[in-house]
């Protein structure tokens, strides 16, 4: 392909998704709803004007990661840690829920299969995808609604970012079962050292950091800093760790967010983010999307999929936060901004096909899952902001 058919993409992709982001805010929907239909419509399911390549399959990586920063810088440390075990408890019972759903769900399709065989292992597989959660269209969404600094999204992010490492573990043992030649109990050790060394360099880094500031108060070498920051940490977590990119850029987004031109740097980052790499990453969801091959069985497995890896989500995050002493409503809230699937099922699902734990066509299944998700969870939250409003306001009146 030639270098320069890249551009053209780009402008496509830009022009559609502000097109379709605008057209969805007009519908009183979150702009990423917009910006993924515009993905599905562009891509090869549809008009086919975009294909999908390395080279956005990477800017979609680098939009993620930048806004998982993103959310980071705006989490407040010290609601965090109120809502860190809370958000221990929320996450497990994301993980147990869907799982256990999952592997039921493919038994009961297919019929059960025994222990160790397998078709065992394959059912397993499919309640592992169930067990991810992305939470960067959920924090978009909030960011949207401003509602991502309030106990609720700080309690989403927490739970999603304790979830994928819980399911990356999980995903680990299940191939540990599969494959004698994997060792679970050394991504359980590797896992444990990243958040250790992360939390002893992030203490040096944000003193270091925080001289800076002072010395060089609003000036763009801040940001510029932080941003290389964010990379290394996405790239040392991946790498070195075995752990999800997006959870290193959380963590650095943690390590800056006290200091005193946090909000400066996330203005920076708010820009390329906003401009570029934000509507890629939406619309690479749809524009990955291909359901040419999908027959009447496969598309049934795949509805019953997405109603049972939803349902799983809210079921479990729910019903755990409402044991957590949420209001029934936030409870609600959680457990529906906990059901988004992206980047992480891919990658599991992408492990399970390298593994063969998971065919080619049921891929299908998570892409329509990971499209279903996105779009329904900012409407769904949007919602429930708005009958929350309306009823505090009632009583207020």
């Known amino acids: 392909m030639e270098a320069y058919v890249i551009f053209k993409d780009l ?48 800017m979609a990586e680098i939009g993620v990661v930048l806004l998982m920063f993103s959310a980071g810088l705006e989490t407040n440390l010290k609601d965090l840690m109120k809502t860190g075990p809370i958000a221990l408890l929320i996450a497990c019972a994301g993980v147990f829920v869907p799982l256990l759903c999952g592997t039921l769900l493919y038994m009961g399709y297919y019929g059960a299969a025994p222990w160790g065989s397998e078709e065992f292992y394959t059912a397993v597989f499919f309640g592992v995808i169930m067990t991810a959660t992305s939470v960067s269209i959920t924090v978009q969404s909030l960011k949207e609604m401003g509602k991502l600094k309030e106990k609720v999204g700080t309690t989403i992010v927490s739970a999603a970012i304790i979830d994928d490492v819980i399911g990356i573990l999980v995903l680990t043992f299940v191939i540990g079962l599969k494959n004698p030649d994997s060792d679970p109990g050394k991504v359980v050790i590797s896992t444990a050292v990243f958040f250790v060394l992360a939390f002893v360099l992030g203490i040096i880094l944000y003193r270091v950091f925080k001289i800076l500031d002072n010395r060089y108060p609003h000036t763009r070498r801040i940001p510029i800093i932080s941003l290389a920051l964010c990379f290394f940490f996405a790239y040392a977590a991946e790498k070195y760790f075995g752990i999800a990119d997006i959870t290193g850029a959380y963590v650095a987004g943690i390590i800056l967010c006290s200091i005193k031109d946090s909000s400066y740097i996330d203005e920076k980052m708010e820009v390329s983010s906003y401009m570029i790499f934000g509507p890629i990453f939406f619309a690479s969801i749809g524009i990955k999307t291909n359901i040419d091959n999908l027959s009447g069985d496969i598309l049934l497995f795949s509805l019953c999929f997405v109603a049972v890896a939803l349902i799983g989500k809210i079921v479990g995050c729910g019903l755990m936060a409402k044991l957590c002493k949420f209001r029934t409503i936030d409870s609600v809230k959680i457990g529906v901004g906990m059901m988004t699937r992206g980047e992480v099922a891919l990658i599991v699902a992408q492990k399970g096909l390298s593994v063969g734990l998971l065919t080619p066509i049921y891929f299908t299944s998570v892409i329509l899952l990971i499209i279903v998700s996105s779009i329904l969870t900012p409407i769904i939250l949007k919602v429930l902001y708005a009958k929350d409003e309306k009823q505090i306001g009632a009583k207020c009146g």
Do not use: Y
């Open 11 to 58: 402008a496509i992709i830009i022009i559609f998704a502000k097109a379709f982001g605008i057209l969805a805010r007009k519908c009183k929907a979150p702009q990423v709803v917009g910006e993924i239909i515009a993905g599905l419509l562009i891509g090869s399911s549809v008009l086919g004007l975009v294909q999908q390549t390395d080279f956005l399959v990477e």
